[in-house]
């Protein structure tokens, strides 16, 4: 059999506690969380380098996204009352066309 010493179990407990305490990115922990963003929150992006993913810092916070969705939709609602204006001003256009063919006849 083999004898280990004494001083072994004390060196492995080292061992242990020294490469827990040591700062790896294998070690990083990301914690899920299904609340609502605070203010001030950023977007974090995936990025792929080497054979290996990583979390990296944007400039983007949740905010922004949050002032951006509302800009997209009042954009949009400005252009469908823009494509009903324009459709309003086509059905004129029509009508002033029939108008002057009208005319046009009477006065010949």
Do not use: C, W
Not at 33 to 47: E, T, V
Not at 55 to 82: P, R
Not at 86 to 97: H, M, P, W, Y
């Amino acid at each position: 059999m083999r004898s280990f010493s004494k001083s072994s179990p004390v060196l492995l407990a080292t061992a242990l506690i020294a490469s827990l305490a040591l700062p790896l990115p294998a070690l990083a922990v990301i914690e899920v969380s299904s609340g609502n963003p605070s203010f001030g929150d950023k977007i974090p992006a995936l990025h792929y380098e080497y054979d290996k993913y990583t979390l990296v810092k944007t400039g983007i916070g949740a905010d922004d996204l949050e002032s951006m969705q509302k800009s997209l939709k009042n954009t949009s609602g400005n252009v469908e009352e823009l494509k009903r204006i324009v459709s309003e001003q086509q059905r004129t256009i029509e009508e002033l066309k029939r108008t002057v063919e009208d005319l046009s006849r009477k006065v010949k």
